[in-house]
């Protein structure tokens, strides 16, 4: 009673309001600019360099490092407005938006940062003049918490900040201990740490006793972190050499608590999107209600909260293909459009103006990538109809074969939670769900963590998330190499190893002379050896292995382009390096054989990579850069979805939506690709700290993907690009181009396979030349095709049939392919019609004759046969017999058919059209039946069959003309 009374206050408030989200976000700013601080640009939702972090849910997550006192900060004291998202992990609002006035999947946070400039003093100063004499909130409704201690952590009261608020004029009843639950702050089970102070409202003026107990009534409004401990990985704590302040407030919270309302929803952020739920669907109005029958209202704040998330998310380029959180929520927001407002379509597209009305200003790629955004909303839209009415054939069996389970399972997770249960049976799964068992399930069904997680509860199994990640891994790196090298390499993965990482730098340490590219050698000390699965201290001759070293020339498989090849030479052997990869992240794992002699530990040897190999790859990366910036000039949006480079050739997936891929676009492609080759634009290569990356203008990532603390930058043109591969120093040293495969990979996903450099020219070479043969018989086909023989037109179909091999093998230009396939498909048509011509002349003239040399008999018996298919009418064969019975077979490509026809006043009981044709069919197992509507005496037809006896039917072909002229003859005679 108490929560609806209020609202009803704060509804009512809302339409005098004087706090205007945009005003109030304004006011925090300047006020922060006035006090000398830097303004940072909101990161993207998606962090590029946190394996950690689904979505940047706090706006430290940008200066994480900074805080880690790894990275140096961009200024001492630094101030903005961040996305945040949280619908995961240990910050999962996602169950609660909708059931309270706070819980928010997307929301803003106001933030400012002392990195080792000021200290508490100035931090609370700052908060309590803007709080107070800018905001205006009176201070008799303000709380304010600090950390009481943890005799069990030997942390003492923070009583430096408790004075600090006295001195502000805080009351000392309003300035309240808390312990380690509330106001003290870690980032995670270890690193940076502190005690903070928090600022809380207090809605109905009851008193202290409210502060932290959970109730709307009271709640927290700004959070001042004072980051000064350093926790180790055992749990103890040490002071920082430098101190930062981090402090956060959420504006949705601030705007409601200034328009004396305790629901973020009473802001000017949702009650637009309200309105539009409102006119577009025809529901009662949003009342504001919580609680027992608040269904509909409950209803409008999900999906206007998940639309807000959805469009940031959209916004930042974060695609619902490749992130399966939004697709939920995305998946979420239109079943809640369907089910409760009853709205089928176009929901979200119609609330993406107010949501750029309110966040656009501040984040303008909200604006920039409209057309983006709605393309996106239209194609899940229509995706996810058609998953809909696949799931509900998998549902309806999930009900009848899994009444207990499908009462806990979502219609969306109906196809790979059935399959899954199915697996689960079939391998007569009880007690736990192995790693083994688990991948089968993440890489046949569709199956992710959190999915398996659910399943096992739902069976009551064990799963070990630990246990499934450490397998994952180990099979995503065998996936790379032979089955030869595979128990070496499970050996080093398990490796509990105390190694260094390798000094790789030399891999990018090359130079282009008089044309050709050189790369270095490069001297190493053997750290270390495996062999046979195990750890050894020598190599020999003939003995596969993997060495380490602490420096290498070599590239190790990673962003796609694989390993480096080479020999590593010392004094005593030389061991041939067939493929290289990376090993918990920063060891580079040689394999391969000895070809001579011996190496052992602590022996240095001299690596020499392949330099064709290594050119070729490098083609072939940077190839992918450039196929990157010419598919986003000619698509209004896409993104890469993955990728793979080796020596022969590179694959590029790529996310389309509701665009053609077809012949006149991939011809596009090749035009812009050559364009870029000719320009010979440069390429360069610059090493960034990836948290720099959220500042670099016209960035291109890969969705998902999670950036090494240092990473390089690729520029080509406008474009720029993290990766970690090697590259040209040009791209006119990609030499050529053509792309030879293009496919689906999945819904909305086109993969293409291409060739560059001289393994692109000898494919366009070839392509011209199987083009010219072609098109050197076209004026022939045109114009002389119906003087033909059969044998001709013979020749010349298996001369197409070659041409179409050619065509589609997989290194022939799919440009060209697609073009010549329809040349030859127009061959064949007309060719198929002379051919048809030429038949039924040869049918009609075999017929004439067997009519001319059985005129003297009173009936007609024949074979008619073709070369290919049969398709001579035997009706119009009937009607060049002048009345008479007729019995007639046409036989091509091993298929027979047959008609029998007796005239009226001939048929009888001895002699008729059935009885006659059984003279065959019964011998050679065929069947038959009058034409619809017929006699069978007068007509009877035989079934198509199949025959390869012809022998047989040649003696049962005798035996019919047999039985007639016997019948004939005794009626003869009889007369």
Not at 239 to 259: C, F, I, K, S, Y
Not at 568 to 589: D, K, M, P, R, Y
């Amino acid at each position: 009673m108490l929560r609806l009374r209020f609202l009803r206050f704060s509804q009512k408030s809302m339409g005098r309001s004087r706090h205007t989200s945009s005003s109030v976000r304004r006011q925090f700013l300047d006020f922060f600019k006035e006090e000398d601080h830097t303004f940072i640009r909101s990161s993207p939702v998606v962090p590029f360099n946190d394996p950690s972090l689904t979505f940047v849910n706090a706006g430290m997550n940008q200066f994480k490092a900074v805080l880690q006192n790894k990275a140096v900060p961009p200024a001492s004291s630094v101030y903005n407005s961040q996305k945040c998202i949280r619908v995961g992990g240990k910050h999962n609002d996602l169950s609660e938006v909708g059931s309270d006035g706070s819980h928010l999947t997307m929301f803003e946070m106001l933030g400012s940062w002392s990195f080792g400039s000021y200290w508490k003093q100035e931090a609370c100063r700052m908060a309590w003049e803007l709080i107070t004499s800018r905001y205006r909130l009176e201070p008799q409704r303000l709380y304010v918490t600090y950390f009481g201690g943890c005799a069990k952590s030997g942390l003492p009261p923070d009583k430096e900040v408790r004075d600090v608020w006295l001195n502000l004029g805080v009351p000392d009843s309003h300035i309240l201990p808390f312990g380690m639950k509330d106001n003290f702050w870690e980032m995670g089970a270890s690193g940076p740490c502190g005690p903070c102070t928090e600022i809380h409202y207090d809605h109905g003026g009851k008193g202290a006793q409210y502060v932290n107990a959970g109730t709307p009534d009271n709640i927290e409004i700004w959070n001042l972190v004072f980051v000064e401990y350093d926790r180790s990985l055992e749990g103890s704590l040490s002071p920082l050499q430098t101190r930062h302040v981090d402090t956060g407030m959420g504006l949705e919270r601030l705007v409601a608590v200034l328009n004396q309302s305790s629901s973020s929803f009473d802001t000017d952020l949702f009650q637009p999107l309200f309105k539009t739920i409102h006119d577009v669907s025809g529901r009662p109005e949003y009342s504001g209600r919580f609680g027992e029958g608040a269904d509909l209202d409950t209803a409008y704040r999900i999906l206007a909260d998940h639309a807000r998330m959805i469009t940031v998310c959209l916004g930042d380029r974060v695609f619902p293909d490749q992130n399966h959180k939004l697709k939920y929520v995305m998946r979420r927001a239109l079943n809640i459009s369907k089910q409760v407002f009853g709205v089928q379509q176009g929901i979200l597209q119609d609330l993406y103006a107010p949501i750029a009305d309110s966040l656009g200003e501040t984040f303008p790629e909200i604006v920039k990538n409209e057309e983006s955004i709605k393309m996106i909303l239209d194609f899940e839209e229509e995706s996810y109809k058609k998953f809909l009415e696949k799931n509900s054939k998998y549902n309806s069996m999930l009900k009848k074969e899994y009444s207990k389970e499908y009462k806990l399972i979502n219609i969306e997770e109906s196809v790979n939670f059935y399959e899954s249960l199915k697996l689960l049976d079939s391998e007569n799964v009880s007690g736990f769900i192995s790693p083994q068992l688990a991948y089968k399930m993440y890489e046949s069904h569709g199956m992710q963590e959190s999915d398996i997680v659910k399943l096992a509860q739902i069976r009551n199994l064990d799963f070990d998330h630990h246990q499934f990640n450490v397998y994952f891994d180990e099979k995503k790196e065998l996936s790379k190499i032979s089955s030869a090298q595979a128990e070496d390499m499970k050996t080093v993965l398990k490796l509990k190893t105390k190694l260094p990482p390798t000094d790789d730098s030399e891999k990018y340490n090359f130079s282009r002379k008089d044309g050709e590219y050189v790369f270095s050698e490069c001297e190493g000390r053997i750290l270390s050896l495996v062999n046979s699965g195990a750890d050894t201290t020598h190599l020999k001759e003939g003995e596969d292995g993997v060495v380490f070293l602490d420096k290498t020339c070599f590239y190790g498989e990673a962003g796609g382009q694989v390993g480096d090849r080479g020999t590593l030479v010392s004094s005593g052997g030389e061991f041939v390096v067939t493929n290289t990869q990376i090993v918990h992240s920063n060891l580079v794992a040689h394999l391969g054989k000895m070809r001579s002699g011996r190496l052992q530990q602590d022996d240095v040897v001299t690596g020499r990579i392949d330099p064709s190999w290594r050119f070729r790859c490098m083609q072939n990366h940077t190839g992918t850069h450039v196929l990157n910036l010419v598919l986003n000039s000619l698509l209004p949006v896409t993104s890469q979805r993955s990728s793979l480079v080796d020596s022969q050739h590179f694959r590029f997936d790529f996310s389309v939506f509701q665009a053609d891929v077809n012949t006149e676009f991939l011809k596009q492609v090749e035009d812009r690709f050559l364009q870029a080759i000719q320009a010979n634009l440069l390429v360069d290569r610059r090493t960034v700290d990836s948290d720099q990356l959220v500042h670099v203008e016209n960035l291109v990532t890969l969705p998902g993907e999670v950036y090494p603390p240092t990473v390089s930058l690729i520029h080509i043109g406008p474009q720029c690009e993290p990766c970690c591969g090697t590259h040209l120093l040009e791209t006119g040293d990609i030499g050529n181009f053509a792309i030879v495969s293009c496919k689906t990979a999945s819904a909305g996903v086109k993969s293409l396979k291409c060739l560059t450099g001289e393994a692109a020219k000898l494919a366009r070479e070839h392509g011209i030349e199987v083009c010219e043969e072609i098109l050197a018989i076209q004026e022939t086909i045109e114009d002389d095709c119906d003087k033909f023989t059969l044998e001709k037109i013979n020749e010349i179909n298996s001369q197409i049939s070659r041409w179409k091999s050619a065509i589609s093998k997989s290194d022939f230009p799919v440009v060209l392919s697609l073009e010549l396939g329809r040349v030859l498909d127009t061959y064949q048509k007309r060719i198929k019609l002379s051919e048809r011509s030429l038949k039924m002349t040869a049918s009609t003239e075999q017929m004439e004759l067997a009519v001319e040399k059985q005129a003297n008999k009173p009936f007609l018996v024949t074979l008619l046969q073709f070369e290919g298919k049969n398709n001579f009418s035997l009706i119009k064969a009937a009607k060049m017999v002048d009345r008479k019975p007729s019995l007639i077979f046409s036989l091509g490509n091993g298929e027979l058919k047959g008609k029998a026809m007796v005239p009226a006043d001939l048929a009888s009981n001895q002699f008729n059209a059935r009885l006659w044709m059984s003279v065959v069919l019964d011998n050679l197992g065929g069947k038959g039946a009058a034409p619809r509507g017929q006699d069978p005496t007068l007509h009877f037809n035989m079934k198509v069959m199949s025959i390869q006896n012809t022998a047989k039917l040649q003696k049962l072909l005798k035996n019919a003309d047999k039985f007639a002229e016997e019948y004939f003859k005794e009626s003869r005679e009889g007369r």
